[in-house]
């Protein structure tokens, strides 16, 4: 089961090019993908609340995502771009129904003082070559910190949103979700 968190509520939404492109090749590698807007965009009800309230949409989500059929709740993957990437990793910690992320172009200067708690689990960063945002030379020092499992991806020539750069950036992410779902106990 992957979960699909969208970058910046103020501009995107769940229809962002990258998430789409992630859903299509997602399922149709076999995965059951559930995309959403975050509080406040689209048809979402409540109001933005620039990440203090909106962990709560994606365990909202998680546990919606759960009641389909046929999901296995052992094999959970959260992916998130930009916005949707620092809050998946402020929730993911506190779920343990979640077992692996991926963090695409993780917005550094919201995390410049850290999570309140680290995500030990399997990750994934993602990041363009020219990320205005999520840097490679930041993001380098920040993910060696990081307890757990980790490793990082850079997209070739892409930068933060990934525009234009959607296919290359779903078919490593597809890479890392396809391993990761093979491997036993993780």
Not at 20 to 44: C, Y
Not at 139 to 145: C, D, G, N, R, Y
Request: charged share 20%; proline share 8%; hydrophobic share 45%.
């Amino acid at each position: 089961m992957i979960i699909l968190c969208h970058p910046q509520p103020a501009s995107s939404n769940m229809h962002d090019p990258l998430n789409v492109a992630l859903a299509q090749s997602l399922a149709a590698a076999g995965m059951v993908v559930l995309r959403f807007n975050f509080r406040g965009v689209g048809r979402s009800q409540g109001q933005q609340s620039e990440g203090r309230l909106e962990p709560l949409d994606l365990a909202g989500a998680i546990d919606t995502a759960l009641t389909f059929p046929g999901i296995n709740p052992a094999k959970l993957c959260v992916i998130g771009h930009g916005f949707g990437a620092y809050t998946t990793l402020l929730y993911a910690p506190f779920d343990t129904r979640i077992r692996t992320v991926v963090a695409i172009s993780l917005p550094l200067f919201r995390a410049s003082s850290g999570f309140p708690r680290q995500f030990e689990r399997p990750k994934l960063f993602v990041t363009g070559e020219f990320d205005e945002i999520c840097p490679l030379f930041k993001l380098e020092p920040f993910v060696e910190q990081q307890a757990g499992p980790k490793g990082i991806k850079v997209i070739v020539g892409a930068r933060h949103l990934m525009r234009g750069y959607e296919e290359p950036a779903a078919e490593a992410i597809l890479k890392y979700v396809k391993a990761w779902a093979e491997m036993p106990g993780v």
